[in-house]
């Protein structure tokens, strides 16, 4: 399977784009404008968006900036699937920077992100064994991580949260990025049992609960 989407010189392929609160992570709870991007070379078992593997439509960096200003956003997440799978990415990234808005980029941590705008937020998916998709992560990424992004751990046993916690020593993680997530996978590891873990052994983490699932229950646009 190829890491790389099928691109023009000036389009992306789009699931969607829509105004909602953001779930998760730094400015959870704040209304964001989320661009979705199709597809992903990853396959995680928890995976809930599934359907942006696939479809979409073509939209251009122009029509993707008009649809964004539409909501007059402050915050602006693009997403998948695996953004960086498609090389306007990039572009659009900048684009949206030089608009104005505090970008986020949400990644799956196997693709490069040393092309990535450096006014950006990156917030890095650090895949666990219980994901899959361990096999895939590119720990190149780390050390071109800045102080103001994120890393993010998707909890879905207490392998995976050893294996965190190791990896949070390993490369200094609370050192290096604004914030290490811990999310409990949504049905697999209760998110009281994964706190008072973190509890337990004092971890220089933020545990999070994704809002957007306890408000509308992971529908599609929210």
Known sequence: MSNVMPH????????????SLQGEARTVGLPTVFVRLTGCPLR???CDTEY???????????????SVASHQPRYVTVTGGEPLAQPNCLPLLTQLCNAGYE?????????????????VIIVLDLKTPASGEMERNDYANI??????DQVKFVICDRQDYEWARFKLDEYQLSRRVADVLFSPSHGQVAGR?????V????????????????LWNDEPGH
């Not at 050390?143 to 103001?148: A, Q, V, Y």
């Not at 509890?199 to 306890?214: E, S």
């Open 8 to 19: 023009s010189d000036d389009a992306l392929r789009i699931t969607e784009i829509f105004y």
């Open 44 to 46: 995680c078992v928890y």
């Open 103 to 119: 970008v986020s980029l949400e990644t799956g941590g196997a693709m490069s992100i040393a092309g990535v705008d450096q006014r």
């Open 143 to 148: 050390p071109l991580l800045k102080p103001h």
């Open 199 to 214: 509890l337990a052994d004092n971890l220089p983490v933020r545990m999070q609960l994704q809002l957007h699932k306890i």
């Open 193 to 197: 049992e994964l706190a008072e873990w």
């Open 52 to 66: 942006a593997f696939s479809g979409g439509e073509l939209f251009t960096l122009g029509q993707i900036g008009h």
